[in-house]
T-cell receptor, first 109, second 113 residues
């Protein structure tokens, strides 16, 4: 079956760095998305990786290893507004998104 | 980036009535649109996938006669919740695909009293 695993909850300190991991098993693979979702709002796009390696976008970076079925989202210089759920979603062979349950990130001052 | 809109953003209705939610891709043509439902503290759950001009494909466990989806054009899809009940209260989010990117609408919060 298809499966996405990510931690349920993480806590970090303002100004620090946090890495949110995601492992996936899908029927075929056409990339992996990371989304940020604040409570009561729709997800917003953060990154899309289809090739191995690290992609950096400002304070956020996303890494993919296709051979390991593994990705992580790295958040630097954490701000209080980064408190949100972070959703990992893999794209299968039919271009359907397979969603993880999301990681709730709590930022403490 | 591409924009997807939903209307209404919030709706309260009485049990037994029907509610229609619109999803529009504003600056691109979406051959495929997706409807998701999200209950509090849970991940998004795909309800159905619709391609313009054809019948929607529903996920297992989603009643197609209750959740009517019409993808009438490349920029508009509608979800109608028929004979709504309190257990249908949820956050409904549409998404539209442009090539390999997928963009989300802001969501519609449905409360059935």
């Amino acid at each position: 079956g298809q499966n996405i695993d990510q931690p349920t909850e993480m806590t970090a300190t303002e100004g620090a760095i946090v890495q949110i991991n995601c492992t996936y098993q899908t029927s075929g693979f056409n990339g992996l998305f990371w989304y940020q979702q604040h409570a009561g709002e729709a997800p917003t796009f953060l990154s899309y990786n289809v090739l191995d390696g690290l992609e950096e976008k400002g304070r956020f970076s996303s890494f993919l290893s296709r051979s390991k079925g593994y990705s992580y989202l790295l958040l630097k210089e954490l701000q209080m507004k980064d408190s949100a759920s972070y959703l990992c979603a893999a794209v299968d062979s039919n271009y359907q998104l397979i969603w993880g349950a999301g990681t709730k990130l709590i930022i403490k001052p | 980036g591409a924009v997807v809109s939903q209307h209404p953003s919030w709706v309260i209705c009485k049990s037994g009535t029907s509610v229609k939610i619109e999803c529009r891709s504003l600056d691109f043509q979406a051959t495929t649109m997706f409807w998701y439902r999200q209950f509090p503290k849970q991940s998004l759950m795909l309800m159905a996938t619709s391609n313009e001009g054809s019948k929607a494909t529903y996920e297992q466990g989603v009643e197609k006669d209750k959740f009517l989806i019409n993808h009438a054009s490349l920029t508009l899809s509608t979800l109608t919740v028929t004979s709504a009940h309190p257990e249908d209260s949820s956050f409904y989010i549409c998404s539209a695909r442009e090539e390999r990117e997928q963009y989300f609408g802001p969501g519609t919060r449905l409360t059935v009293t």
